[in-house]
């Protein structure tokens, strides 16, 4: 049972770190949401791989860590194709912005050419 007792004070640890880490104020990027996922996942799959094994504490550890890894890989992806979307939209915005301009410079002056 002690292994399972680490498992719970593990993942105990892991639920305070995400409290803490929600809890500062400012929402999470989808970086840090990435990162925390993988460590998440991580340290929960190497414990329970570890505890197989007779060390729960290090398999955890060690899937914290590359699960950390592979999180940030992906969220940073993530965050990166939202940002260039973001600004694919904004130029889209613009784009619209300009062309209402010269529809109604056209329309005045059509109106301006008639009146004459």
Same mark, same amino acid.
């Given at each position: @049972?002690? $292994?399972?007792?680490?498992? #719970?004070? +593990?993942? @105990?640890?892991?639920?305070?770190?995400? &409290? %803490?880490t929600a809890c500062g104020g400012q929402p999470l990027s989808t970086r840090e949401k990435? !990162?925390?996922?993988? %460590?998440?996942?991580?340290?929960? !799959?190497? *414990?329970?791989?570890? *505890?197989? %094994?007779? $060390?729960?504490?290090?398999?955890? #550890?060690?899937? &914290?860590?590359? +699960?950390?890894? &592979?999180?940030?890989? %992906? &969220?940073? $992806? @993530? /965050?990166?194709? =939202?940002?260039?979307?973001?600004? !694919?939209? #904004?130029?889209? *915005? /613009?784009?619209?912005? /300009?062309? =209402?301009?010269?529809?109604? =410079?056209?329309?005045?002056?059509? #109106? /301006?050419? =008639?009146? $004459?």
């Amino acid at each position: @049972m002690k $292994s399972w007792k680490q498992i #719970a004070i +593990g993942f @105990m640890c892991l639920v305070v770190l995400i &409290g %803490v880490t929600a809890c500062g104020g400012q929402p999470l990027s989808t970086r840090e949401k990435g !990162t925390l996922g993988g %460590v998440g996942i991580g340290a929960a !799959t190497g *414990a329970i791989i570890g *505890a197989a %094994v007779g $060390s729960p504490g290090a398999g955890a #550890a060690i899937g &914290g860590a590359l +699960g950390g890894v &592979g999180g940030f890989a %992906v &969220g940073n $992806s @993530m /965050q990166n194709r =939202e940002q260039q979307q973001a600004q !694919t939209q #904004a130029q889209i *915005a /613009q784009q619209q912005r /300009q062309l =209402e301009r010269q529809h109604l =410079e056209i329309q005045r002056l059509r #109106a /301006q050419q =008639e009146a $004459s």
